[in-house]
């Protein structure tokens, strides 16, 4: 599918769609004939599959996935039925050192080798154990996530990742852990919620309270199958490497002021995006540099820092190029569903699936990844979160969130004539609806004139 993404100059133009991919329920049905099945879908974290017998399992439409970590050094996946009459074998997460079916009690070992069928005489020796294992799904590990695809003959994950793995790799996203994760029932489609984190063109008009802070016009680029986008400066003149990171100088006449605001404020309303290290090297700028330092220079001072902070706990920054930084952006969509913004120690990831069959509803989470000082992660479990619950989204995603079903409701007004996404700075859009076109044979984006 990688060729086909070819180079995404198409894009570039003005592009419109329509709206069937989002409110149609036979559309829904379709996917998963044609996406899910075919796609690679990360599954969970390697962390959460630490020891021989962790598993998981992982849910996705009518299709159920056992990830466990079968040796010290092998993660397999399964699908997730017994193999007598179908029972779902293995429910959430846990530790086992064989999985028991509740049915009959029938057993079979983490290899996924049925060692038990009561009186398996009465079969009469008809049971091979091929027909009795469970059925294996491709499984492999990058950045951190454990990640599976059904389709035995799928590409390797490392091809299906390009370019986005190439350029998030010197993140070293597979050091991080979760600092927090949540999840929700959502009232829209999957591919609403996952297009409202594969842009920031909304920045003004979502998050207005963002704007005293700084600046948010952007790049974005399609990658084959995947896409990203950056911070722009809109006079090309003031651009700088650190114009492009999500650690920035914010507006303001003082840099020393206004980046100690800048991320203060995302701390306590978005609570991920930034680290406790950054937020408190921030505070400290007015009292280490004299009023007037150019920005240029505090950002230095700030960067240089919070490094040196980070290290002295035992966090020893990724070694990364400014100019791979600034190429690198601040967020990925890798299709179909994962959206990684990234920085030096952190991540903010997100993840949206189809709940059931219906258009109209999906299952939201999000992931915040950091890097801590080693022996210090903290043991973290999913938190379920209704999408209005500020307390425990913060103020920033809530705005998200309630753009999302109201774009699932009014997409089906008969008076709106289809998505006329930017075309400069939402491309990631235009590209992830290209995407989805050619793996379900529908109709893609449309020269809009
Ligand atoms: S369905 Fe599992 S033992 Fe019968
Ligand atoms: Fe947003």
Redesign the pocket.
Same mark, same amino acid.
């Given at each position: 599918m990688n060729e086909a993404a070819e180079s995404g100059e198409e894009t570039l133009k003005p592009m419109t769609f329509g709206v069937e991919p989002y409110v149609s329920a036979a559309y829904a049905r379709a996917e998963g004939e044609k996406l899910w099945p075919k796609v690679w879908q990360h599954a969970c974290r390697v962390e959460e599959v630490p020891n021989v017998g962790d598993f998981v399992t992982y849910d996705i439409l009518d299709d159920t996935i056992l990830i466990v970590r079968s040796a010290p050094d092998r993660i397999s996946a399964f699908y997730n039925v &017994?193999a +007598? #009459?179908? #029972?779902r074998l293995m429910d959430g997460c846990g530790h086992a050192t064989r999985f028991h &079916?509740r049915? +009959?009690?029938?057993q079979y070992d983490l290899q996924g080798e049925n060692v038990r069928v009561l009186d398996k005489e009465d079969w009469g020796g008809a049971l091979p154990p091929e027909r009795l294992r469970l059925r294996p799904v491709q499984v492999d590990t990058w950045g951190g996530w454990v990640w599976i695809n059904m389709d035995p003959g799928c590409e390797p994950l490392r091809k299906y990742l390009e370019p986005a793995a190439s350029m998030l790799d010197p993140f070293e996203l597979e050091k991080m852990r979760y600092r927090w994760r949540q999840w929700g029932y959502f009232d829209c489609n999957w591919k609403v919620a996952m297009e409202a984190f594969i842009e920031s063109y909304h920045v003004e008009g979502t998050h207005p309270q963002l704007l005293k802070y700084a600046e948010f016009y952007t790049w974005s680029r399609s990658d084959g199958l995947h896409s990203h986008h950056g911070f722009q400066e809109r006079d090309p003149g003031l651009q700088s490497s650190e114009s492009n990171t999500i650690i920035r100088a914010g507006r303001g006449t003082d840099a020393r002021i206004s980046i100690a605001e800048l991320q203060e404020e995302v701390y306590r309303t978005v609570n991920a995006s930034t680290t406790r290290t950054f937020v408190n090297a921030a505070a400290r700028l007015t009292a280490e540099l004299p009023e007037g330092t150019p920005p240029d220079k505090v950002m230095a001072h700030y960067m240089e820092s919070a490094k040196r902070d980070d290290a002295a706990r035992g966090v020893i920054w990724p070694d990364i190029t400014p100019e791979h930084y600034a190429k690198s952006g601040i967020a990925w969509n890798v299709f179909p569903n994962l959206s990684i913004a990234h920085g030096y120690t952190f991540a903010l990831c997100y993840r949206a699936r189809p709940h059931g069959h219906d258009p109209d509803k999906c299952i939201f989470e999000a992931a915040v990844l950091e890097r801590f000082p080693p022996g210090e992660e903290p043991k973290t479990e999913p938190v379920f979160a209704a999408p209005t619950d500020v307390a425990k989204w913060r103020s920033v995603l809530v705005q998200d969130f309630a753009n999302m079903s109201e774009v699932q409701r009014g997409m089906k007004s008969r008076g709106f004539p289809g998505t006329l996404p930017n075309p400069k700075q939402e491309r990631p859009v235009i590209n992830f609806q290209r995407n989805l076109a050619r793996y379900m044979g529908t109709g893609a984006p449309q020269p809009h004139v």
């Open positions: &017994c +007598h #009459r179908g #029972r &079916c049915y +009959h009690a029938w």
